[in-house]
């Protein structure tokens, strides 16, 4: 058994993370609508000379049962936009709505845009998204 001891060195930069952390979430009604965009940018104040850094998204999508949904993340650095799709998992139906959803670890870079698109197949129904964010602040 090998025996670790952390030293302050070691801890520090736990500690920074912790110091600038965020966490942001929507609860967003989709009305009839091929896509729905929901903005995370101004819930997180990214201050100038500073980097947001997404760790961890987490979301949850109901749509009518038998409906098709996607999740496209995006974010900005600089004048680069940058695009992920996240895997959406069928969890069951409730309801009658299909339970969608995304528990992704990422590393994720952003100086201003941070924001979702939900695409739907079925432009005619109702469904909901919860979407949740974390991370924490850097230098640039």
Known sequence: TEIYTLSLHDALPIYCRAFHAFQAWHDQKLTPSFNWSIDFTNDVNIPAGKRAVIELVTATISVPTGEKARLR???SLGMA????DLTL????????EDILMATHTIRAYSDHDIGFDVNRDNAQTEGN???CISGYLVDA
């Open 129 to 131: 998204a919860t979407i």
């Open 73 to 75: 993340f995006g974010t």
């Open 81 to 84: 936009p940058s695009n992920f």
């Open 89 to 96: 998992t069928p969890q069951g139906t409730v309801a009658g």
